[in-house]
């Protein structure tokens, strides 16, 4: 018998200076069971770094034809496609065929140290493509701040990120690997 999803369910208050971007989501996320609290996380703050009004998490890790993250527009196409972790170069040129703009969040240290040194010269030239790696120890004080229901303020000012919860306060200074253009 195939495992369940665990089920999440987050109160964000995100308060993002350097956008001017002022709101609370209340959101629900579905863990998939071989997904890590690191990993479900990481999509909590890549909905943080990108909110807006219409954003909302894919089916992620069960789906290859869906991203974790995305924004559509009130016609259907897709604005914003989000990825998490190290996606092959064929994913990511077919997310930027569908998408207007596509962001790829790293996550995992060396790993997407050397996953980016082998796939930049290959996504070079796809403009509306950004990548943004998070520093591992901070995704790991993330992971440890992951609890079925969750309050949290989100802080970004100065490309750094604050993630608060009622004990804890995690410092992320997010690396922007590639900008689109």
Known sequence: MASKATIYK????ISDMDRHY????????????SETDERLMV???????HARERLEFGRGVSSDDEPDLWLRSLSGEIELWIDLGQPDEARIRRACGRARQVAIVTY????????????????ARLDQ?????????????????????????????????????????????????????
């Not at 987050?10 to 208050?13: K, P, S, T």
């Not at 995992?108 to 996504?123: C, F, I, N, V, Y």
């Not at 990548?131 to 901070?138: G, M």
């Open 129 to 181: 493509l950004s990548v943004i790696d998070l520093p591992y120890a901070a995704v790991q004080e993330l992971g440890r701040m992951a609890e079925r229901n969750m309050t949290l303020q989100c802080l970004i000012q100065d490309g750094q990120v604050q993630i608060i919860d009622a004990t804890k306060t995690t410092m992320i200074e997010p690396l922007w690997r590639k900008r689109a253009t």
């Open 10 to 13: 987050a109160e964000l208050q």
């Open 108 to 123: 995992s240290g060396r790993g997407a140290d050397l996953w980016w040194e082998k796939t930049a010269p290959a996504l």
């Open 22 to 33: 002022y709101a609370t989501h209340v959101l629900t996320l579905a863990q998939h069971p």
């Open 43 to 49: 999509r909590l703050l890549a909905f943080a770094l």
